[in-house]
């Protein structure tokens, strides 16, 4: 069945990069949109980037932007983030998501997205 895995996470200090991968197993997404969401304690999910399977059409969260950048290899089922600059704040699971539909633009719903089971960021002061 769809499987997404998502690794990378990790112990980081403030100002460190960490670089977290996502990969698809169950089906092909190499021509859906995939992306990161993230959720931190007592807070709610958050889109943190996505991108479409051409590569062209990206979405950051404002306050991330200029510090992460997401990747995609569109001849496998897989989507990174990497993230530099990394903040206290930005301690959180980070969540992949991947689109079953395909779309021109961006990720679908929140409530049609196939997720991952989550990973760690923590970064320390």
């Known amino acids: 069945q769809v499987q997404l895995v998502e690794s990378g996470g990790g112990l980081v200090q403030a100002g460190g990069s960490l670089r977290l991968s996502c990969v698809a197993s169950g089906r092909d997404f190499s021509t859906n949109a995939m992306g990161w969401f993230r959720q931190a304690p007592g807070k709610e999910r958050e889109l943190v980037a996505t991108i479409t399977w051409s590569g062209v059409g990206t979405v950051y969260l404002d306050s991330v932007k200029g510090r992460f950048t997401i990747f995609r290899d569109k001849n496998k089922n897989m989507v990174d983030l990497q993230m530099n600059g990394l903040k206290p704040e930005d301690t959180a699971v980070y969540y992949c998501?991947?689109?079953?539909?395909?779309?021109?633009?961006?990720?679908?719903?929140?409530?049609?997205?196939?997720w991952g089971q989550g990973t760690q960021v923590t970064v320390s002061s």
């Open positions: 998501a991947a689109d079953p539909q395909n779309r021109a633009s961006g990720l679908g719903s929140t409530d049609t997205l196939h």
